[in-house]
């Protein structure tokens, strides 16, 4: 009886320390998961850095072919999202928070006048020359002039498939274009966008 109660005990113990381990190995499964890593995009020849949340629980980035003016493009879409829109065969693309550089004309193709024009009026200028890609025709009242990392840009937002909030600022030869796009004010994608934001630096 005695032995019985030993085995009996001895099975016990082992059924938990499984139970355990099993619940562990889930636990920490779960808790990788989760976990956001916040990594720094940049290209020190275009002058231009920020931070995003990557890993599972945060943002897939995409880097598409770039040509013409454009000279180099990051689109980052929520992880998970971003996997279910690959697996479908037709689907919008979800929500972005997107990074564009482009080459602003040369000094000897502007106009004389737009020359001796400051930097917002120069800005203003690209943009509705290039409203195909900039969508300032669509903005809600008058672009706001704020500052980012220093450097004087404007500020927009538009609607469309998504609400979005847009940034053009230039910094020596080029246009820097933040697009962060959303469906509601509430969404986490816009706040991620503003963290995004402040941490851009022009180098």
């Known amino acids: 009886m005695k032995n019985r109660l030993v085995i009996v005990g001895v099975v016990v113990v082992v059924l938990f320390i499984i139970a355990y381990v099993l619940w562990g190995k889930t636990w920490l499964e779960n808790k990788t998961q989760s976990v956001v890593v916040?990594?720094?995009?940049?290209?020190?020849?275009?002058?231009?850095?920020?931070?995003?949340p990557s890993g599972d629980a945060g943002y897939s980035i995409v880097e598409p072919p770039v040509?013409?003016?454009l000279q180099d493009a990051w689109i980052m879409m929520d992880a998970q999202a971003y996997i279910d829109y690959q697996?479908?065969?037709?689907?919008?693309?979800p929500a972005s928070m997107s990074v564009f550089v482009f080459k602003l004309p040369d000094e000897a193709s502007v106009a004389e006048n737009e020359e001796r024009a400051g930097r917002i009026t120069r800005l203003q200028n690209w943009a509705t020359e290039n409203?195909?890609?900039?969508?300032?025709?669509?903005?809600?009242?008058t672009p706001e002039i704020v500052e980012i990392d220093g450097v004087k840009a404007l500020k927009y937002d538009t609607t469309g498939l998504f609400e979005q909030s847009i940034y053009l600022a230039s910094y020596q030869s080029n246009v820097y274009m933040f697009v962060g796009q959303y469906d509601r004010p509430t969404d986490d994608i816009k706040q991620d966008f503003e963290v995004l934001m402040a941490s851009v630096k022009f180098e």
Do not use: H, M, P
Not at 38 to 52: D, G, P, Q, R, W
Not at 132 to 141: P, S
């Open 87 to 93: 697996n479908a065969e037709a689907s919008d693309a």
């Open 131 to 141: 409203k195909n890609i900039t969508y300032i025709d669509r903005a809600y009242g």
């Open 38 to 52: 916040y990594e720094t995009a940049s290209n020190s020849e275009l002058s231009i850095a920020f931070t995003y």
């Open 67 to 69: 040509e013409g003016n």
